[in-house]
């Protein structure tokens, strides 16, 4: 599982991108979230999530809200 930060929200469009603690940048779509809407999701909060590699770059998907310590 990597961890990152969403640094951009798309709400119109359906989607965002999350920046890794790897240091790269990672598209996800809102079909790719578990237990949390689309929604619902803040600028900034912490994810966690896998990534498989596309055509167009790195994908996020089993992305769910990372529990706070």
């Known amino acids: 599982m990597h961890k990152g930060k969403i640094?951009?929200?798309?709400?119109?469009?359906?989607?965002?991108?999350?920046?890794?603690?790897?240091?790269?940048?990672?598209?996800?779509?809102?079909?790719?979230?578990?237990?949390?809407?689309f929604d619902a999701l803040r600028g900034d909060e912490t994810?966690?999530?896998e990534v498989e590699n596309s055509d167009k770059g790195p994908c996020a998907y089993n992305v769910n809200i990372a529990p706070e310590l």
């Open 7 to 37: 640094n951009k929200i798309v709400r119109d469009r359906g989607f965002g991108f999350i920046d890794d603690t790897d240091g790269r940048v990672v598209f996800f779509h809102q079909s790719s979230l578990v237990g949390t809407k």
């Open 47 to 49: 994810v966690e999530f």
